[in-house]
């Protein structure tokens, strides 16, 4: 009992292609903890002991802003996951959700993210014509 406004996996797609925000969320999180931490350390070297207790302390800093990074990688690949059970289980097509397969896909060639972006590319590419994008030009028209 499925709406023609609410296919299948309609809901797994837009909710995993929204989870991808939080590679950036976690990210930025790791970056400002790290800067904001390292403003107020300021290592200055006096003798061995006190270096190496502000490098281990720097140390302790850096693996506790971590935790945002892989924080946020986990939760996108979780939404991952949502994205490819939406096109092969529940085949959603949509026309935002190729484009989203062909640019995000894209855009994770070139990222950690390489073996899930080239499935997004490829998938997407095969099956192109299940999706409904515009219908070409009629021959002899301009446009």
């Known amino acids: 009992m499925t709406s ?8 797994l797609a837009k909710l995993g292609a929204f989870l991808q925000v939080a590679q950036v969320v976690g990210f930025a ?20 002991e006190a270096t190496m207790q ?6 302790q800093l850096m693996e506790a802003s971590s935790i945002y990074m ?10 991952i996951l949502m ?8 085949r959603y097509r949509a026309q935002w959700f190729f484009w ?4 995000y896909g ?5 990222s950690y993210m390489l ?3 080239l499935f997004f590319v490829i998938y997407a590419l095969l099956k192109k014509k299940e999706f409904p994008l515009d219908p070409p030009p009629a021959p002899g028209t301009l446009v």
């Open 29 to 48: 999180t790791m970056w400002w903890t790290l800067h904001h931490d390292i403003q107020e350390a300021r290592i200055a070297p006096q003798d061995v």
């Open 4 to 11: 023609a406004a609410h296919p299948p996996g309609a809901l």
């Open 54 to 59: 502000q490098v281990q302390s720097m140390n």
């Open 100 to 103: 989203f397969l062909c640019i």
């Open 83 to 90: 994205v490819i059970l939406a096109a092969t289980v529940y």
């Open 106 to 110: 894209g855009a994770m060639l070139l």
């Open 115 to 117: 073996p899930f972006g």
């Open 70 to 79: 892989f924080a946020g990688v986990g939760v996108a690949i979780l939404g």
